[in-house]
């Protein structure tokens, strides 16, 4: 970890680098003296004040860089519902978490860290892991806040589904115990022992209460099971077909808009040398052996793609590779990098190259990443340069469908998720100065429920918002 210069509305306290080799003592006491700062059972609170920036502004401030056709399908997906709203909207809970008292203590941040957020994953040796996913918006920071970005996102998902006040209450604290119990079993561990740790499949059924029911672990085995063929291969059949002999990437406009479709033909030249000289450049940035592999792959097409919710927007390409022949496939990602939404509040952190930020931070965080994550950036047509980050297109993968799931579902994957989040924080920062401050008792557990309602009222009165300003005219918003 590497400490950063707070933002002003911030409450910072002493932290600690791996350089400093302080005693577990010393390190204990760090977290306990954080508790006389800001006590544990002050994290229920949520009293945003009289002057809080609009959601609606913070949403437009971001939507001014994007590309202009492709933000009222970002406003489009928001308005779905509250859940998807928050999707969204992360830069509006960095702004109520920087305004707001935190405890100092820093450890590597997804930033981003609602339940979507963590799925099933490929590691380099084929395993199928359970981890974080998304990191464009990792920074250090304080760790309270990818709990509260979590705890907020089951709640939310909660009341979605009908789920009782006392049901959420209890998905939220089973989640946060989670948390707090596996950093407290973390501090008592050496660092290579958190350095390897990571969620196999054995490991999540072994994970699995018996009072879910059948159904609900043959949903989970078929989850397991269904991830696996969602890769390369699936993704290749799924998004290209054979045009005149050669292999394309297939149009599906305004999602999927292949370059030729998108530029006139001077300007769509300049843009695909860019970008090729993107991937030729980006290698630099893997280790030598996958670079070697990558140089193995030539470039046939490329494509813009619109992805997920609160990234829409942004510069995406999708790049079809092909390797020995046209039937051995790489399907690659290179996605625009922009300031992480926590910077104004933790500080901008050491990268200058946001997509470096990008890849560090997942680096960081996740215990088995992908073989081609990398960074580098690119001149646009406009003459401006930006930043990437590349990574494969998809890997296996397994998201969570929290829609179909009863009370006692949503616990078992809000533990999993706490779990899981416990273990990247503790790769990164003070494990034992945490868990000294969270203590053996419920008392941040009780706190994160009432906070996670209190947001998710917030939630509501935000996504109210942009809804009347879609009613208005002050955005246009798209439904495909």
């Not at 994290?43 to 933000?71: C, K, M, N, Y």
């Amino acid at each position: 970890m590497t400490a950063t210069t707070p933002g002003p509305q911030t409450t910072p306290g002493p932290r600690t680098t791996p350089g400093e080799h302080l005693t577990t003592q010393e390190r204990a006491a760090i977290g306990k003296a954080a508790r006389a700062r800001v006590p544990r059972s002050s994290h229920a609170e949520f009293d945003p004040p009289a002057d809080r920036t609009g959601p609606v502004e913070i949403i437009e401030r971001q939507s001014a860089t994007r590309v202009p056709e492709l933000v009222p399908i970002r406003y489009g997906r928001m308005l779905e519902s509250p859940f998807r709203f928050y999707r969204g909207a992360a830069a509006i809970m960095a702004s109520d978490l920087g305004a707001a008292p935190h405890t100092g203590i820093y450890a590597q941040l997804c930033g981003d860290a609602h339940l979507l957020n963590f799925r099933l994953l490929a590691s380099p040796e084929r395993h199928l892991v359970f981890d974080i996913n998304d990191f464009d918006e990792t920074l250090p920071g304080p760790w309270e806040w990818d709990v509260k970005r979590l705890t907020a996102s089951l709640v939310i998902a909660g009341r979605a589904n009908d789920f009782s006040a006392k049901q959420r209450r209890s998905v939220v604290r089973g989640t946060v115990r989670a948390y707090r119990d596996a950093m407290r079993g973390f501090a008592g561990t050496g660092n290579l022992d958190v350095w390897y740790t990571q969620a196999d499949t054995e490991q999540l059924r072994g994970l699995m209460p018996e009072s879910l029911g059948r159904s609900a672990r043959d949903r989970m085995f078929h989850a397991l099971t269904t991830a696996r063929t969602r890769d390369t291969v699936q993704a290749f059949n799924k998004l290209t077909t054979v045009v005149d002999g050669n292999r394309r990437i297939t149009a599906d406009p305004p999602l999927i808009v292949p370059l030729q479709d998108l530029l006139p033909d001077v300007e769509r030249h300049v843009l695909e040398q860019e970008l090729r000289l993107l991937i030729e450049r980006y290698g630099t940035s893997l280790a030598s052996d996958r670079r070697h592999l990558l140089q193995q792959f030539r470039m046939v097409d490329i494509a813009r793609k619109v992805v997920g919710v609160g990234s829409v927007g942004t510069r995406c390409w999708v790049l079809l590779m092909l390797g020995r022949d046209d039937e051995d496939p790489l399907l690659l990602q290179a996605k625009e990098a922009d300031q992480s939404v926590l910077a104004p509040y933790a500080g901008v952190g050491q990268y200058e190259n946001q997509g470096e930020r990008v890849v560090s931070g997942q680096r960081l965080m996740q215990a088995a990443g992908d073989i081609f994550l990398g960074w580098e950036h690119v001149t646009g047509i406009d003459g401006l340069q930006r930043d990437f980050y590349i990574r494969q297109l998809r890997d296996w993968k397994g998201i969570a469908r929290p829609e179909l799931m009863d009370p006692g579902q949503l616990e078992f994957f809000g533990t999993l998720c706490g779990i899981t989040l416990a273990r990247a924080h503790a790769r990164s920062g003070d494990r034992i100065a945490i868990a000294a401050y969270l203590g053996s008792n419920d008392s941040f557990d009780r706190a994160l429920a009432e906070f996670a309602e209190l947001y998710a009222d917030q939630n509501e009165r935000d996504f109210q918002a942009l809804t009347d300003a879609a009613r208005t005219g002050r955005v246009t918003a798209e439904t495909l």
